[in-house]
């Protein structure tokens, strides 16, 4: 089969080469791969800064959208061959086929294609991740969103106004921020006009957020704690913005601050199972009724993957990067 290959490095790195056709061990099973997606972590891993865990395929990819075409002993009964499915991946999905856990597999909701279904995976079940399973979410809550035109953040906006919540997002344009209101922000923030702690107490009455989902890390340390409601919680997954600050202890200790931190590649297999079926169960019919919408910036296909890691690094996309691994997109749909 052809997959994306690499050694360590930029994007001219990449290439495309024939591997050999993976085999569904026990409790997995296979797809035959339809469409796959980039994300931030492809592009460290790329780069030699984010190896795969041991025993997983170094072909890249941490989700896939397409068609079982193998079924692994010990799966249940109701996993057959020719569903449509999405899945939520270790690695390996940037190929035309994928072996996964068959917990990690996700029925495509009625009415999506497979460049939709291979846009929600990874960055879907992070974003619920952060809001319900870290970030304990209430109806009640304000959420500061950072990178709200992101992957994570289009659907964390969406996982918010769905919960009858409030999100405002950070972005680096005005187009990000005004699409991000089209999804039911209630403010966005532009953090290249400067510090935006104080635009946040003023957009909450002084009050602050109670709860933050930061991909950035140090450069906004100081604007996310001056942001942060008492007792909130803060809630890091990512550190595009480095990872050392020098802080001051007691102005967390005097708000009681809940810093919390959350990775989701490395989490255990029943952990992930929760994950796809408590997420799965909420937004199956969501999804299928347009309620909530898996947003694509551009679709590339499988061969033009320097192109999309280029794109990635270049922070101009406005949701998900999406590759087309097969010519026909409705075939089997």
């Known amino acids: 089969m052809q997959a994306v290959q690499h050694t360590p490095g930029g994007p001219d790195k990449l290439f495309i080469a024939t591997v050999p056709l993976p085999e569904p061990n026990e409790n997995e ?28 395929t170094d072909v ?49 909701p009625a009415g999506l294609t497979f460049l939709q279904a291979a846009a929600i995976p990874e960055v879907w079940l992070t974003a619920y991740q952060l809001l319900y399973f870290v970030g304990k979410l209430t109806k009640d809550d304000t959420v500061l969103i950072h990178a709200g035109g992101s992957g994570v953040g ?106 919390l931190f959350s990775t989701l590649r490395v989490r255990s297999v029943p952990y992930k199972a929760s994950l796809v079926h408590d997420f799965a169960k909420l937004s199956s019919q969501l999804f299928a009724n347009g309620t909530f919408q898996p947003v694509i910036y551009k679709v590339f296909q499988l061969s033009e993957i320097a192109q999309a890691h280029i794109l990635m690094e270049s922070n101009e996309n406005l949701g998900k990067i999406v590759l087309k691994v097969r010519d026909d997109d409705s075939e089997e749909k």
């Open 154 to 259: 289009t659907a964390a906006v969406q996982l918010v106004k769905q919960a009858g919540a409030t999100s405002i997002v950070t972005a680096g344009s005005q187009d990000k921020i005004d699409f991000a209101i089209s999804l039911g922000a209630q403010a966005g923030i532009n953090y290249k006009d400067g510090s935006f702690g104080e635009k946040v107490l003023k957009l909450t009455n002084d009050k602050g957020v109670n709860l933050i989902l930061d991909c950035v890390g140090a450069s906004m340390y100081d604007d996310n704690l001056k942001s942060l409601s008492v007792d909130g919680r803060w809630v890091n997954y990512g550190l595009l913005g480095g990872p050392l600050v020098n802080a001051d202890l007691s102005k967390l200790l005097s708000k009681r601050v809940h810093l």
């Open 29 to 56: 099973v296979r797809i035959k791969v339809y469409a796959s997606a980039i994300n931030r972590a492809d592009t460290l891993q790329r780069r030699g800064l984010y190896p795969p865990l041991p025993g997983v």
């Open 60 to 108: 890249l990819g941490l989700e896939a959208a397409g068609v079982i075409d193998k079924v692994g002993p010990g799966c249940p009964k109701s996993i057959t061959v020719g569903q449509r499915v999405c899945a939520l991946l270790p690695g390996g999905g940037n190929a035309e086929y994928v072996t996964c856990r068959n917990e990690q597999v996700i029925q495509i």
